[in-house]
């Protein structure tokens, strides 16, 4: 009970800041930036000024991890098994180009940059599947350092306004359909909310198709995390053996410790969800209560991170995700044109 209490000031901050970013974010004109990301800058922000006493920081480490767990598993009652077979085998195709492009390029870009590679597949991830949401589950997998989380949300979310901006004009410029367009923003832009600016930008068809491509593209996660969850096993292996630790390797490093169950919580409201289990209220606040609590643990994380630690890492990190998103708007656009869309 006592730990319970201890976690309470640090979870109440994350809160405050997360609805303080949905203020923010309601008073934009244009919904250019997600109230994850805005979340997250406070709370880094603060932190250059002022660093968070112990009494805060347990409950911080408390709501990035297991508050973040939980807004994942939620948010598996708004997604359906079934929409991938509504938004047809055309985006699936151009979405397995995209993703072997993040993951297999993003390996050789981030070890020639000399990057670790767990901050190298979050940005991976964060370009190939759906921003924020793809670095927040892969992140506790992999137990992934605050400061890697904030920088590949940062990289991500920096080539996502200019993707904002540029999109529709590059559209227009190759003439291209209201499906094509929205399957390219759907497939090419980050986070769901610059998908949802960029295709709209374009024409009301094109925002819709661009959106139901992207939750298509958010069921990624799923298959991902489970691929990161076996490789962790592996390098933890490796380590303990390494350690000389042979013989307990088999007690001290177990998949059931490492395994990432959360992410079953989230398969399996998925799976009710496409059955029509969940009444569409019940569906609709678990999805707002999942964003919101996911912003409060990018809060905790901003909190946790400072700017100072970020610049450890150079320009390399920015480097990575910049060659990443350039390849990945090439390569939509070029399976487009090679299967008759464009």
Known sequence: MKKIVETIPGILLALAIAALARFIEGLLPIHLIGASVIALFIGMII??????PALITKGLRFTSKKVLKLAIILLGASLSIGTILNVGKLSLAVMLFTLLTCFGGGYFIGKGLGLNWKLSNLISAG???????AIAAIAP???AEDRDIAYAMSATFIFDMAMIVLFPIMGSAMGLSDMAYGLWAGT???DTSSVVAAGYAFSE?????ATMVKLTRTLAIIPTVFVFALIQVRLKKKEALAAGKSAQVKTDVRFTKLFPWFILGFLALAI????GVIPVAVSSGAKTLSKFLMVAALA????NTSFSEMKKS???PMIHGFIISALVVVVAIAVEYFIGLV
């Open 300 to 303: 905790a994380i901003g909190l």
């Open 314 to 316: 150079g320009v390399r």
């Open 127 to 133: 370009t190939g599947i759906c921003g924020g949401s």
């Open 188 to 190: 090419a832009v980050n």
């Open 141 to 143: 997998v992999i137990d």
């Open 205 to 209: 068809a094109a925002g819709d198709f």
């Open 272 to 275: 009710v969800n496409s059955f």
């Open 47 to 52: 932190n250059a000024f002022w660093k968070p």
